[in-house]
């Protein structure tokens, strides 16, 4: 494991513990507050929270399966097993908002809202506490999944922040069921899954993209030109492909040299070229480079 991958599982594991710590926390005092407050809004919210717990256990398995050493079976390493992870927990995101928006378009036609027992202000202070804590959560997990280029810890944060907004419908709810205004409880719910749906779909696409050798993009294409172009020897990029692969990056360069230079010096440009490329840009695995010949005019 390189020192790269080894901060990479490091960084995921300790951002998932204090998920996991906060979570357990977060979904005992709501759901406490939820029975004592009389608000069925809380509950639901606690055990929403509850199942965070599930979801940050699959971004533990994913991100270490994903560090393993490449072995005879799969030379090419790990990497992608982690954007499958990533492609589950969006699932999870998806059927969390979709079953949020179930639960406040059946609660408007039945109108059983309006038989709800009024919550009491402990359900309040809850609610209060959990958008504090889930939208910190979700800062702190997406900073770790930034800097690691991590989908799976990414699509973690979400679900904090999904948490969080499903926090602020309870706490919308609760507050105007109090003023004599239950119905504005699942109109919120309602409103929510259109969020959390779009980050399910963001994370989805983004996970997918990492399975089907989608390229890094034109910013990093230039930025990698401009690197080869740099070291001596190089007439020309003839041909320059990059791949995503998880959270990593593969290139494929083709440069051009004086074609009356010997073997040994066209295969030392080559090697600047690929020490250069896999120095300077952390997220490339791998750098591949070949020499086509060049003929250079004589005035």
Not at 17 to 37: E, H, M, P, R, T
Not at 80 to 95: G, K, N
Not at 160 to 182: K, N, Q, W, Y
Request: net charge negative; with cysteine.
């Amino acid at each position: 494991m390189t020192v790269t991958d080894n901060l990479h599982v490091k960084t995921a594991n300790r951002v998932s513990v204090v998920s996991i710590i906060v979570n357990v926390f977060l979904s005992a005092v709501k759901l406490a507050a939820g029975i004592l407050a009389h608000s069925a809004a809380l509950v639901s919210d606690a055990v929403h929270s509850l199942s965070d717990v599930l979801s940050t256990a699959a971004v533990i398995a994913g991100v270490n399966l994903s560090a393993r050493k490449a072995d005879e079976g799969h030379q090419y390493g790990h990497e992608r097993i982690e954007s499958i992870f990533s492609i589950l927990l969006s699932v999870l995101l998806f059927a969390t908002g979709v079953s949020i928006g179930i639960a406040g378009v059946q609660a408007v036609i039945s109108g059983s809202y309006r038989e709800a027992v009024m919550p009491g202000v402990a359900a309040l202070a809850a609610a209060l506490l959990s958008i504090a804590v889930k939208e910190w959560m979700y800062h702190y997990t997406i900073h770790a999944a930034k800097s690691i280029r991590s989908t799976a810890l990414k699509a973690d944060a979400w679900h904090h922040r999904s948490d969080a907004l499903s926090s602020v419908g309870s706490f919308a709810g609760i507050l105007l069921a109090r003023l004599g205004f239950p119905i504005f409880d699942p109109i919120a719910s309602v409103i929510i899954c259109v969020f959390i749906i779009k980050a399910a779909y963001d994370i989805f696409k983004e996970a997918t993209d990492e399975l089907v050798d989608k390229s890094a993009g034109e910013e990093v294409g230039e930025r990698l030109k401009a690197a080869i172009m740099a070291q001596d020897g190089v007439m020309s990029i003839d041909s320059l492909k990059t791949r995503i692969f998880g959270a990593k990056l593969y290139v494929d360069v083709e440069i051009g040299c004086n074609g009356e230079w010997t073997l040994y010096r066209a295969h030392s440009v080559a090697e600047n070229v690929h020490d250069s490329i896999e120095n300077s840009f952390p997220e490339v695995k791998h750098c591949m480079v070949h020499v086509n010949p060049k003929s250079v005019s004589v005035n």
